[in-house]
Nanobody
Framework: QVQLVESGGGLVQAGGSLRLSCAAS????????LGWYRQAPGKQREWVAA???????NYANSVKGRFTISRDDAKNTMYLQMNSLKPEDTALYYC???????????????WGQGTQVTVSS
């Protein structure tokens, strides 16, 4: 079983920056999807950003131009650089990986436990 562990959340003033990390406890054999989601209080979880195996990235319109997703496969780690943060970015941020852990295993969706980001006005 693979675990994803997020870190880097915290309290920041509007306009500030944070860098989230998501570290996998083991190397994933075959990755179909890597991305970040967030969930604000009273709202549904929403997709934030994704990165392909080739390094192509996609972002939700609400964070485009402010957030940058990246990955370091050698470290089994994914990142989310968040700049120009706004109070509406306040949420619990989760990383997600849809992958096989061996050649014979099924694709499984792995989630981290979440890291809290709070942006004050």
């Amino acid at each position: 079983q693979v675990q994803l562990v997020e870190s880097g959340g915290g309290l920041v003033q509007a306009g500030g920056s944070l860098r989230l990390s998501c570290a996998a406890s083991a190397r994933l054999f075959s990755i179909n999807f890597l991305g970040w989601y967030r969930q604000a209080p009273g709202k549904q979880r929403e997709w934030v950003a994704a990165i392909t195996n080739g390094g192509s990235t996609n972002y939700a319109n609400s964070v485009k131009g402010r957030f940058t997703i990246s990955r370091d496969d050698a470290k089994n780690t994914m990142y989310l650089q968040m700049n120009s943060l706004k109070p509406e970015d306040t949420a619990l941020y989760y990383c997600n990986a849809q992958a096989r852990i061996t050649a014979d295993s099924s694709i499984y969706s792995y989630w981290g436990q979440g890291t809290q980001v709070t942006v004050s006005s």
